[in-house]
């Protein structure tokens, strides 16, 4: 029997890459099952006040939120067999950067996803990272070798 995959796509939100991927792993027949953080920005942003109550300091509205946040993203790395990782070029997604160390630390294997443009700035990330692509079909391509190949 073969083995379900487990992906998990962390970082930018504001593009189409995961539906990308997920759309392409689909074509290839990968057997896979995608997860990833909560990607409507208000939503995880605002998860720790709306449950836990209304913060007047802003440092703890967000720290509410990246606490619960934080339950969901570890839990599904740690389950995770890969850890994709996409950095955009218009927001920082510091939380990316956390999920590649933290992914890297549990020994789990990390492709990043970013442009070209961003390649000195990520140099370290890539560097501990197991594959670097620059499009979402680079990473299918990837996921596809390690998934089906005999």
């Not at 995961?18 to 995880?44: E, N, W």
């Not at 218009?90 to 990390?110: C, E, I, S």
Request: with cysteine; proline share 2%; aromatic share 8%.
């Amino acid at each position: 029997m073969a083995k379900k995959w487990l992906v998990y796509l962390s970082g930018e939100i504001h593009t189409d890459w995961r539906d990308r991927i997920q759309s392409g792993a689909t074509s290839a027949g990968l057997d896979a099952i995608f997860s990833s953080p909560v990607t409507d920005h208000a939503r995880s942003d605002d998860v720790g006040v709306d449950i836990l109550g209304a913060e007047e300091n802003s440092f703890w509205h967000d720290r509410k939120g990246a606490g619960i946040n934080a339950i969901r993203t570890q839990t599904l790395i740690k389950q995770a067999d890969v850890v994709v990782v996409r950095f955009g070029d218009k927001y920082r997604q510091w939380n990316a950067a956390f999920d590649a160390g933290y992914a890297t630390a549990l020994d789990k294997p990390v492709i990043t996803l970013h442009d070209s443009e961003l390649n000195h700035a990520l140099k370290e990330v890539d560097a501990a990272a197991n594959a670097s692509c620059q499009t979402p079909e680079q990473v299918v391509e990837i996921l596809q070798y390690v998934i089906q190949a005999n």
